[in-house]
């Protein structure tokens, strides 16, 4: 759901997040509420974006990296740490 371009974090590859991410630790909090098919987005506390989800689907919660930009290097990391679930 979200992808980062070493620089920005971004809701797929066109809405714009925040910026100024890269190589910092920060607490990212995801609010999605299916009910709403609405998404909230606070970066260390912060409300930084509201989209409307994709609709149903099935649903699962993955941190990875997926892919690098264009002519970037092949090195891609990300770290997590005290993730947590809460459900209503």
Do not use: Q
Request: hydrophobic share 35%; charged share 30%; proline share 2%.
């Amino acid at each position: 759901m979200y992808e980062g371009d070493g620089v920005d974090l971004r809701y797929y590859r066109y809405n714009l997040v925040d910026t100024g991410l890269y190589d910092k630790w920060f607490r990212l909090n995801i609010i999605h509420n299916v009910g709403k098919g609405k998404i909230i987005v606070f970066i260390d506390g912060v409300k930084k974006f509201v989209v409307k989800d994709h609709g149903p689907g099935d649903l699962y919660f993955k941190c990875d990296v997926y892919a690098a930009p264009f002519n970037s290097s092949n090195y891609m990391e990300s770290r997590w740490k005290e993730i947590k679930l809460y459900e209503k």
